[in-house]
């Protein structure tokens, strides 16, 4: 019977191309820019721990709910949750879950295409003779350039707009098959490189040695966020891919993959950065600059560095293209389905708010610096209330929608397994432990 069902959008060529579209939402800017820097940002050690900690028990059990719900619906995640509560015979006005996911994720978009053009930027750096201060004082500058930074930013969001809108089911298969793999191998590259800069064990020492004192309600909270961002999680972003996905796939051991991938790549990106980081002098806490400060100076000394400096930010650039895509697909999917308009349309039409947004992103680094919103500036306010509040929420009712509001047997059909010990193991993460401690640490960290 599952079979039958088919999103109006399409179905992935194969059981290979969810994996690495869902890899290729996980994997982005969020592994290899901002784990690295917020993990130097919270102290290190704790705040690695705690972020291992909820991807294991928090995210992954999400993430196979998402994708299970998504299979299921077939349509964007707005429609989805509105028939499977239809299904269960509740209220329809889950549909909002996916409106307001929808929403999160052109927030987020609008400062992730600001980043991400900074990544684009850097593919022309030259990577000659590069110091620490130079490193320093260059990416300051990209920063104090209203109009760079609105250029790099619109080219970023026009290439996202040009792919959603001819369709992702075909494109992006090809494109994540190579290149993942290599940008995987580069950052491998730069972890021997790492070994040799003469502060490899400070480097590991401080990222996997926790110091419990630094465990704080922020802390914890930046980390669950952080979880969340990576994986893609809370928003609909891995809902709207499974809905393409073939029903015979098996979800439990795809969720995995995609899980220990994305880990794999930012713990990696960790690994070869710290050492850099304290081999020349800088602080672990520089903030959102880290990796474009450090990393060039590693592609200056090494052999070959303009090569592969310059690779680097190309497939990094396309690391975050294949996750922007991801970001607004849901609500692209949603208005193709509901007002019948077509894809270029209603691309061009979220594309736009998503670039209009990101402007006051690139400007709160010059232009707009004093604007700030509860002391932080727009790049930053739209950070915090997208990843530390609408995602680990968006998480909450998901986990509550899987355990509590869809029928025990529904679930059992679409993860298509018997309900054995891992069933039973999963059953109770969704139901109790993930929304429990999510909402925890918003107790915890608003009291
Ligand atoms: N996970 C991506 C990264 O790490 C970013 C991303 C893509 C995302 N789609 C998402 C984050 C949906 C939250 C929700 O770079």
Not at 86 to 97: F, G, K, Y
Request: a negative charge.
């Amino acid at each position: 019977m599952a079979e039958e069902r088919k999103s109006i959008h399409g179905t992935w060529s194969s059981r290979w191309t969810f994996i690495l579209a869902a890899t290729g939402s996980a994997v982005g800017l969020g592994n290899i820019w901002k784990f690295p820097y917020m993990a130097g940002d919270n102290g290190g050690g704790a705040f690695v721990l705690v972020y291992l900690a909820c991807i294991a028990v928090i995210g992954l059990p999400i993430m196979l709910g998402e994708i299970m719900i998504g299979r299921r619906g077939r349509s964007s995640p707005a429609n989805t949750m509105k028939a499977l509560a239809v299904e269960a015979n509740t209220t329809p006005a889950w549909s909002l879950l996916g409106a307001t996911g929808a929403l999160a994720g052109l927030l987020i978009l609008s400062f992730y295409s600001v980043a991400a053009g900074w990544a684009l930027s850097y593919v022309f750096n030259g990577f000659q003779n590069i110091t620490a201060e130079s490193s320093t004082t260059s990416f300051n500058d990209l920063l104090s350039s209203p109009t760079s930074l609105i250029f790099w930013h619109t080219l970023f969001l026009s290439i996202t707009v040009f792919v959603v809108a001819r369709g992702i089911l075909d494109g992006l298969e090809k494109w994540i098959n190579t290149l993942m793999p290599m940008l995987f191998v580069i950052v491998l590259l730069l972890c021997l490189y790492a070994t040799q800069s003469g502060a490899f064990i400070q480097g590991i020492i401080y990222l996997f040695q926790p110091d419990f004192s630094k465990i704080t309600p922020e802390v914890m909270l930046e980390a669950l966020g952080q979880a969340f961002f990576t994986l893609s999680l809370g928003m609909g972003a891995i809902m709207a891919y499974g809905a393409y996905m073939p029903a015979n796939q098996n979800i439990g051991k795809t969720a995995i993959s995609v899980a220990a991938l994305d880990t794999g790549v930012a713990l990696l990106a960790g690994i070869a950065i710290f050492p850099i980081v304290f081999a020349n002098g800088l602080a672990a806490s520089e903030g959102p600059g880290l990796v474009f400060v450090t990393l060039p100076i590693a592609f200056s000394s090494m052999p070959l560095g303009v090569f592969f400096g310059t690779l680097f930010f190309v497939l990094l650039s396309i690391a975050a293209l294949s996750s922007s895509i991801s970001l607004i697909e849901p609500g692209v999917a949603w208005l193709i389905e509901s007002l019948k308009i077509k894809r270029i349309t209603a691309t061009l039409l979220l594309g736009f708010v998503a670039w209009f947004l990101g402007l006051f992103s690139a400007l709160s680094f010059n232009l707009l610096s004093e604007f700030t919103i509860f002391g932080k500036n727009f790049f930053d306010a739209t950070d915090f209330l997208t990843n530390q509040i609408m995602l680990p929420l968006g998480g909450i009712f998901i986990a509550i929608f899987v355990g509590w509001v869809m029928k025990k047997e529904n679930v059992l059909e679409e993860l298509d397994v018997e309900e054995n010990f891992i069933f039973k193991f999963w059953y109770f993460s969704i139901r109790y432990i993930s929304p429990v401690m999510v909402g925890c640490v918003f107790l915890y960290f608003f009291i």
